[in-house]
């Protein structure tokens, strides 16, 4: 069964940066469009940003210009550079397979990892 092992979160201070890295287990994600969810407490899951196979990216509006996704060579491995973080990003956040177009909304299918726990706070 695939399994994702997301990981970087943290503490971060507004306006500070984290970087979030999730892995693929096999070799088979690199086929398919990657995206970053989160969930904040009592709200619903969200997509933030997509990348597909070929590289294209895109993002949320309410993430756009300060998150950025990115792709290993081998396709498997997934990144989220995160800048100008705010006390709103603070939710777990995890990584799936991803739509095309972007769908905030969008439930992938197949299982989730535990996800990785950023919070945003002075």
């Known amino acids: 069964q695939v399994q994702y092992v997301e990981s970087g979160g943290g503490l971060a201070q507004p306006g500070g940066s984290l970087r979030l890295s999730c892995a693929a287990s096999?070799?088979?994600?690199?086929?398919?469009?990657g995206g970053w969810y989160r969930q904040a407490p009592g709200k619903q899951r969200e997509l933030l940003a997509l990348?597909?196979?070929?590289?294209?990216?895109d993002y949320g509006d309410f993430v756009k210009g300060r998150f950025t996704i990115s792709r290993d060579d081998d396709g498997n491995t997934i990144y989220l550079e995160m800048n100008s973080l705010k006390p709103e990003d603070t939710a777990v956040y995890y990584c799936?397979?991803?739509?095309?177009?972007?769908?905030?909304?969008?439930?992938?299918?197949?299982?989730w990892g535990q996800g990785t726990q950023v919070t945003v706070s002075s």
């Open positions: 799936n397979r991803g739509p095309w177009p972007y769908r905030r909304d969008y439930e992938p299918p197949g299982p």
């Open positions: 096999g070799s088979w994600f690199r086929f398919y469009n």
């Open positions: 990348i597909t196979v070929g590289g294209t990216t």
